[in-house]
């Protein structure tokens, strides 16, 4: 699709072609394991399902086009894509992580992959020169969240991109919190976009489902031989409805961040809540990269109370009626969780409290539903 496309016609038409056996407007679900072959080795480029699906290539394509990249691959969830970027790695490689991300991130990195010789760094990335001096000539690949899960820490994409580049190392970002509606990260030099489909793409916390998307064709060739060698591909209807999601993202997302700096400044202002996490403050430190990178702050927030007990905190989560205390993020509806108990269990708490994640914070996934009635929901349960 051609780059002066804009946003909202690329979200809508991104991959969709007329079904050349009906011309259905919309992708059917090929609901199939397997292609019927003329002659052995003769057949119309779909061999068996696990290596294409007419339903996945054609959410693959959307996803390259959202993301202002060439070449998307679906996985079978958010951690499947990260798991397959780890696999272009080897024994004695080392990997610089954030140290703050999503907890699963975490998980697959230091249960899984350390047992196999990679190696982890993690390193506060809101300072570029934290990553600088982690690298060592074994540095293979940066990874990068941003905004983070929880704590909404920002990372310089670009200076990122080009400390990556001097070194030769491939840069892969987490682009799950901002989705492609609020920042590209391909754009602004990252190697890989990595996305949990899961959250805003589908948007309607009905399908688990993760993504990458590259430029670079021989990364590609790389990444899709894993794909289909380890086999983490989703199903049909789970790509249908990732492609459907994206047709409203660009609706959603406006909807996302106008009720997030809505109830950002509400919880700011409220007497009995403490610290709030959001970059569109403009005293967050990230908030002038994130002015530069993102085209607007999205509708994550955390909080803490200024009663920094864990009992008030647990008070306040069973509290709502509206907002559901559960896992996950990016629907149409608000969630609230509480990232030590649930999202980031995985991470030991030594490290978590090392990094600014309290036993007490709260964090939001902001829904689409009227403002008025979340800021009513939440100051019930605040009191
Ligand atoms: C930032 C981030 N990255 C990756 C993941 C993992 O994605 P999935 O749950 O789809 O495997 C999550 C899930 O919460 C996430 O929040």
Aim: contains cysteine.
């Amino acid at each position: 699709m051609s780059k002066s496309i804009k946003q909202a016609t690329r979200f809508i038409h991104a991959g969709t072609v007329p079904d050349p056996s009906t011309g259905a407007i919309m992708t059917p679900i090929y609901q199939t394991s397997t292609y019927v072959q003329e002659a052995p080795g003769k057949n119309k480029g779909y061999e068996y399902a696990r290596s294409q699906n007419p339903t996945r290539k054609a959410l693959e394509d959307a996803l390259a086009v959202i993301e202002n990249g060439k070449y998307g691959l679906a996985f079978s969830s958010g951690v499947a894509a990260t798991d397959a970027v780890i696999k272009l790695l080897k024994p004695g490689d080392e990997v610089i992580a954030g140290n703050d991300m999503y907890g699963g991130t975490y998980r697959l990195f230091s249960k899984i992959f350390e047992k196999f010789g990679i190696k982890f760094l993690y390193v506060n990335m809101q300072d570029v020169n934290n990553i600088k001096a982690a690298v060592t000539p074994n540095t293979k690949l940066i990874w990068t969240e941003t905004p983070t899960n929880p704590l909404m820490n920002i990372t310089d994409i670009a200076a990122v991109a080009v400390l990556a580049k001097q070194h030769h190392i491939l840069l892969c970002v987490d682009n799950t919190f901002a989705s492609p509606y609020l920042q590209n990260p391909l754009d602004l030099g990252a190697d890989i976009v990595m996305h949990s489909s899961t959250k805003y793409l589908g948007g309607h916390s009905d399908t688990i489902q993760g993504a990458l998307v590259m430029n670079d064709a021989d990364l590609r060739e790389q990444l899709y031989f894993i794909q289909k060698s380890c086999g983490a591909v989703p199903g049909p209807m789970d790509c249908f409805l990732v492609l459907r999601g994206i047709k409203t993202l660009h609706v959603r997302m406006k909807e996302h961040c106008a009720n997030g700096m809505v109830i950002a400044r509400w919880l700011r202002s409220h007497s009995k809540i403490g610290k709030v996490y959001w970059p569109g403050f403009e005293d967050h430190p990230g908030y002038a990269i994130a002015k530069k990178q993102m085209r607007d702050f999205g509708g994550m927030i955390s909080f803490e109370l200024k009663d920094d007990s864990v009992e008030a905190a647990m008070k306040v989560l069973s509290s709502t009626n509206l907002f559901a205390l559960a896992e996950s993020l990016g629907g149409v509806e608000s969630l609230i969780n509480h990232p030590a108990s649930m999202t980031h269990a995985s991470i030991p708490k030594e490290e978590r409290i090392k990094n600014g994640l309290s036993d007490s914070l709260i964090r939001l996934s902001v829904g689409i539903e009227d403002a008025e009635d979340l800021i009513d929901d939440l100051k019930q349960a605040i009191g």
